[in-house]
């Protein structure tokens, strides 16, 4: 029963989803080409890189990467490459600039404005409200007979 339960979690363990015919001969460039993946979103799978990813658009983008580095591209170059043809959204880190700073800089933003108006909101509370006219002397014997009894 062990041996079944290791084969299964071995069996949907993310490092099998590069197949062995993807891999590269070089073992320097396929380590290069493993850790550049780890950093590219799978399209279909979102949350996952491709290396982890057995969707086939996943092992298009394993074989691309890896013709790039083949062809004697660097990481960068390669990534670039990859971006050009699919966009930023690839990217599981995407760069902070341009139109991204507004996504970088919302998290902090709304949790800055949260904090402000809870803060507003407690403040406001915490004040004694004072009535606007002070009381007849009528109100005030209605009062004191009130808390009297």
Not at 21 to 40: C, F, Q, T, V, Y
């Amino acid at each position: 029963m062990k041996r079944l339960l290791l084969a299964l979690v071995l069996a949907a363990s993310p490092a099998f989803a590069v197949q062995p015919d993807e891999m590269l001969a070089d073992p320097a460039l396929e380590a290069r080409a493993r850790e550049i993946s780890k950093g590219l979103r799978c399209l279909v799978c979102r949350n996952e890189s491709i290396d982890e990813s057995n969707a086939s658009l996943a092992r298009d983008l394993r074989i691309l990467l890896r013709e790039r580095l083949s062809a004697g591209d660097s990481d960068a170059e390669a990534v670039q490459f990859i971006v050009a043809r699919y966009g930023e959204y690839v990217l599981l880190n995407p760069v902070a600039g341009g139109a991204n700073w507004l996504l970088w800089a919302a998290g902090p933003m709304m949790l800055l404005v949260a904090g402000g108006t809870a803060w507003a909101y407690l403040r406001g509370r915490a004040r004694p409200v004072a009535p606007d006219r002070p009381l007849s002397p009528a109100e005030e014997e209605r009062l004191r007979r009130i808390l009297e009894d």
